[in-house]
């Protein structure tokens, strides 16, 4: 159950910080409005919430492991919502920071070990 609220929670996070930075730069970037900015600052304040519910009690882990959720769902995110053509390398970076992402949060948990104590 440990391993599934880890990906759960990093995939909200992702959609919650990718959107709500997607809504600012539609707000600031496109002209589409500032109330778009007003509701990407709510997305991106979920975000700080929804990351503080992972199971792992230090913060670096957590933010280090999420930062290749991010590069991946941020690539998603521009292919699904922007019509973004990502070339080869986009793929071979994003899949390499999802490996080191998982080894990260997921390896210690697989192998039951614990973490490094937190100073």
Known sequence: MTTTRIVILFAVAAIAEIGGAWLVWQAVRENRGW????????????YGFVAALQPEASFGRVLAAY????????????????????TVWDYVGSAVALVGAAIIMLAPVLAGTDHAPNA
């Not at 930062?67 to 990502?86: E, K, M, Q, T």
């Open 35 to 46: 109330w778009l900015a007003l509701l990407g600052i709510v997305a991106l304040g979920a």
């Open 67 to 86: 930062g290749g959720v991010f590069i991946a769902g941020s690539l998603a995110w521009g292919i699904v919502v922007d019509g973004f053509r990502p």
